[in-house]
């Protein structure tokens, strides 16, 4: 049982480029998140997903994608990376009726030249 | 709007002494309160929450957090701190006004330290 696995756990970009934050969990959880942490802002919430097919924005959606085709994945997409984008990608899951995040990733540290 | 305030950006507290970790948070109603640990290079872990019922709720690790209404608070504490405790330590409250889709607002952490 692997709980939640974040790929990759480190990546640089130049401003422009694109890539995607894997996130997989095994726990057969409906809720999944991701948050982005930054020094002295503590975490906030980018998007959502309470299932399969359905997604939402959290506090800070811009210029990021996301899509939930299974109830394991739930990708992000930096569709244009910019230095603004440079922090650490936390994506969560849980099993409560209640969406708060309960089995945390290891982190994404992403950085943007 | 929700907010969460911890006060306390550092704190060292020696080993086997005792803890209080403060947290305040502006919210209209009852709402829904976490406490979470992130050790250096890892997620967060939930350590506890509070939903409804006893203001004073019992986590993981030893921890406990006592609601209190009059105060906007819900500190953390743990009678005796262990040197495996050092990391930083975030509140959190959550949005009741739409169930099953609770999104949360984090503090900005509290960071302790703990000498021998």
């Known amino acids: 049982n692997a709980g939640v696995t974040q790929t990759p756990k480190f990546q640089v970009l130049k401003t422009g480029q694109s890539m995607t934050l894997q996130c997989a969990q095994d726990?057969?959880?409906?809720?999944m998140s991701w948050y982005r942490q930054d020094p002295g802002m503590g975490l906030r919430l980018i998007h959502y997903?309470?299932?399969?097919?359905?997604?939402d924005q959290g506090e800070v959606p811009n210029g990021y994608n996301v899509s939930r085709s299974t109830t394991e994945d739930f990708p992000l997409r930096l569709l244009s990376a910019a230095p603004s984008q440079t922090s650490v990608y936390f994506c969560?899951?849980?099993?409560?009726?209640?969406?708060?995040?309960?089995?945390f990733g290891d982190g994404t540290r992403l950085s943007i030249l | 709007a929700q907010s969460v305030t911890q006060p306390d950006i550092h704190i060292t507290v020696s080993e086997g002494a005792s803890l209080e970790l403060r947290c305040n948070y502006s919210?209209?109603?009852?709402?829904?309160l976490f406490w979470y640990v992130q050790s250096p290079g890892q997620g967060l872990q939930l350590l506890l929450k509070?939903?409804?019922?006893?203001?004073l709720v019992q986590g993981i690790k030893g921890f406990e957090a006592e609601f209190k209404r009059s105060q906007s608070s819900f500190n953390l504490r743990k009678p005796s701190v262990h040197w495996s405790d050092a990391a930083e330590y975030f509140c959190?409250?959550?949005?009741?006004?739409?169930?099953?889709?609770?999104?949360?607002?984090f503090g900005t952490g509290t960071r302790l330290t703990i000498i021998p």
């Open positions: 969560a899951s849980s099993l409560d009726v209640g969406g708060q995040p309960q089995h």
């Open positions: 726990m057969n959880h409906e809720y």
């Open positions: 997903s309470v299932g399969a097919g359905i997604t």
């Open positions: 919210y209209g109603a009852t709402p829904y």
């Open positions: 509070y939903f409804s019922g006893d203001t």
């Open positions: 959190a409250v959550g949005d009741i006004s739409n169930f099953g889709n609770e999104k949360l607002t």
